[in-house]
C-alpha cells in the first residue's frame, strides 16, 4: 500500500516558537495532500488543501498566517505553526492522494504538538 | 456543504458477533465514501471504500453498503474480534474526474469487541 510519513512524530515547543512538520509520500507521487487536526476524541477536522506548485486551500476559520503550509514537490508537503500557543496543542495528521486516478487518501502517522 | 452523520457514537459486541456502524450524508452529488479504522494514537488506516455506482463491496469479514436514494451508508464487520477494537469513521467526498473533493467525516464511533 501507499505510505505516507511525518517527521517529527512528537514535539514539545515553547509558546510564541514555530514548530515545521513534514509530510513524505515515500512510494508515491501526491497530486494533493491535506492536512488536519484532531483534538482527542474527536473526529478530523480539515485544516486546509495542498497542490504541489500552487497556494494552499484554507478551510474557514483556519488562520491562513498562523498555520503556513508548502507543498514544495509532489513528495513533500510541510506545515508551520508559527507562533504557537497552548491552545494549539493537538495531533497533526497529513494525508496525501494518490495520484490522479484513485479517489483513496492515505494518513501519515500524525504528530503530536504540545505547546508549554 | 456536506454533512456526514454517524451513529453510534460507541458499540460494544461479545467476539464473534457482528457490528454495524451507520452514516448519512446530505450532498447528493457525493460519489466516494471510505471508512477509516484508527487505533488510539495512530494515524487512520483504509479498511474499505464504495463508489456511489455500486451498492455493496465486501472484504472478508467486512463489507459496506451504499443507498443513495437514502443517502446513507453503513460498515459490517462479521465475527468480531477484539483486535477489530478502535475507532471507525465513515467519510463522504465529491470527486471529479481526477479531481480529488475533500473529505467530510462522520464524528467516529468506539467499537469495542469483547473477549
Known amino acids: 500500500g501507499a505510505v505516507v510519513s511525518q517527521h517529527p512524530s512528537r514535539v514539545i515547543c515553547k509558546s510564541g516558537t514555530s514548530v515545521k512538520i513534514e509530510c513524505r509520500s515515500l512510494?508515491?507521487?501526491?497530486?494533493?495532500m491535506f492536512w488536519y487536526r484532531q483534538f482527542p476524541k474527536q473526529s478530523l477536522m480539515l485544516m486546509a488543501t495542498?497542490?504541489?506548485?500552487?497556494?494552499?486551500?484554507?478551510e474557514q476559520g483556519v488562520e491562513k498566517d498562523k498555520f503556513l503550509i508548502n507543498h514544495a514537490s509532489l513528495t513533500l508537503s510541510t506545515l508551520t505553526v508559527t507562533s504557537a500557543h497552548p491552545e494549539d496543542s493537538s495531533f497533526y495528521i497529513c494525508?496525501?492522494?494518490?495520484?490522479?486516478?484513485?479517489?483513496?487518501?492515505?494518513f501519515g502517522p500524525g504528530t503530536r504538538l504540545t505547546v508549554t | 456543504g456536506e454533512n456526514v452523520e454517524q451513529h453510534p457514537s460507541t458499540l460494544s459486541v461479545q467476539e464473534g458477533d457482528s457490528a454495524v456502524i451507520k452514516c448519512t450524508y446530505s450532498?447528493?452529488?457525493?460519489?466516494?465514501f471510505p471508512w477509516y479504522k484508527q487505533e488510539l494514537g495512530k494515524r487512520p488506516q483504509l479498511i474499505i471504500d464504495?463508489?456511489?455506482?455500486?451498492g455493496e463491496k465486501k472484504d472478508q469479514r467486512i463489507a459496506v453498503t451504499l443507498n443513495k436514494t437514502a443517502k446513507h451508508f453503513s460498515l459490517h464487520i462479521t465475527e468480531t474480534q477484539p483486535e477489530d477494537s478502535a475507532v471507525y469513521f465513515c467519510?463522504?467526498?465529491?470527486?471529479?474526474?481526477?479531481?480529488?473533493?475533500?473529505?467530510?467525516f462522520g464524528r467516529g464511533t468506539q467499537l469495542t469487541v469483547w473477549p
Open positions: 494525508s496525501a492522494q494518490r495520484g490522479t486516478e484513485r479517489y483513496e487518501q492515505y
Open positions: 512510494d508515491f507521487q501526491a497530486t494533493t
Open positions: 495542498s497542490n504541489e506548485g500552487s497556494k494552499a486551500t484554507y
Open positions: 450532498d447528493s452529488a457525493s460519489n466516494y
Open positions: 464504495i463508489r456511489s455506482n455500486v
Open positions: 467519510a463522504a467526498s465529491k470527486n471529479r474526474g481526477s479531481t480529488l473533493g475533500r473529505l467530510y
